[in-house]
């Protein structure tokens, strides 16, 4: 059964990187037709797409984010990472990985972190 | 703003049929997909495709699609069934992805 687990501070300063890397377990990141995201929820509120990425590398960001986003994939940990740069108080979210197909149809998430831009 | 519109909240009677829509421009070209999510807990695939369910998700969901609109059916509303229903696809770019802002579903 594939898993995937967020890690990362819970507590980020204004002005500063949030990161957070999410580890794959029961199979492996590197596979056709389906690509790794990040989606995030902020309290309260609905379900906002970050971006994705391709085991290959590739990537494709929210318009509305993709200034301060960079995902990154490391097939050799089965892991992919997030960076969002320059957070506000606006960031404050639950951050999700997630596995999604090539349709954007999303069959496993992981438990969720919750992330808090606060000085 | 999402490019997916659903309505805020629905409300149902146990046992009964409810509809939840989803509408984008995206939908003409893409298929939605559907997610249950409880407080608390990370959204569930309950529905993607034409009219497909994930293992495990009860044969009391379906769904359909026509134009711009996709339909997520629960038949026989459960009292388990109260949650918030999201769905997303592919934007009509095809290149990102995007979520409708949610519908809250009471079951009374």
């Known amino acids: 059964q594939l898993q995937l687990q967020e890690s990362g501070p819970g507590l980020v300063k204004p002005s500063e990187t949030l990161s957070l890397t999410c580890t794959v377990s029961g199979g492996s990141i590197s596979i056709i037709s389906y690509y790794w995201g990040w989606i995030r929820q902020p309290p309260g509120k609905g379900l906002e797409w970050i971006g994705s990425?391709?085991?290959?590398?590739?990537?494709y960001y929210n318009p509305s984010l993709k200034s301060r986003v960079t995902i990154s994939v490391d097939t050799s940990k089965n892991q992919f990472s997030l960076k969002l740069s320059s957070v506000t108080a606006a960031d404050t979210a639950v951050y999700y990985c997630?596995?999604?197909?090539?349709?954007?149809?999303?069959?496993?998430w992981g438990r969720g972190t919750l992330v808090t831009v606060s000085s | 703003s999402s490019e997916l519109t659903q309505d805020p909240a629905v409300s149902v009677a146990l046992r009964q049929t409810v509809r939840i829509t989803c509408q984008g421009d995206s939908l003409r070209s893409y298929y939605a997909s559907w997610y249950q999510q409880k407080p608390g807990q990370a959204p569930l695939l309950v529905m993607y495709?034409?009219?497909n369910r994930p293992s495990g998700i009860p044969d009391r969901f379906s769904g359909s699609s026509s134009g711009n609109t996709a339909s997520l059916t629960i038949t026989g509303a459960q009292a388990e069934d109260e949650a918030d229903y999201y769905c997303?696809?592919?934007?009509?770019?095809?290149?990102?992805?995007?979520f409708g802002g949610g519908t809250k579903l009471t079951v009374l």
């Open positions: 495709g034409r009219d």
């Open positions: 997303n696809s592919r934007d009509s770019s095809g290149n990102q992805v995007v």
């Open positions: 990425i391709y085991y290959s590398g590739s990537t």
């Open positions: 997630a596995r999604l197909h090539l349709t954007a149809s999303i069959d496993y």
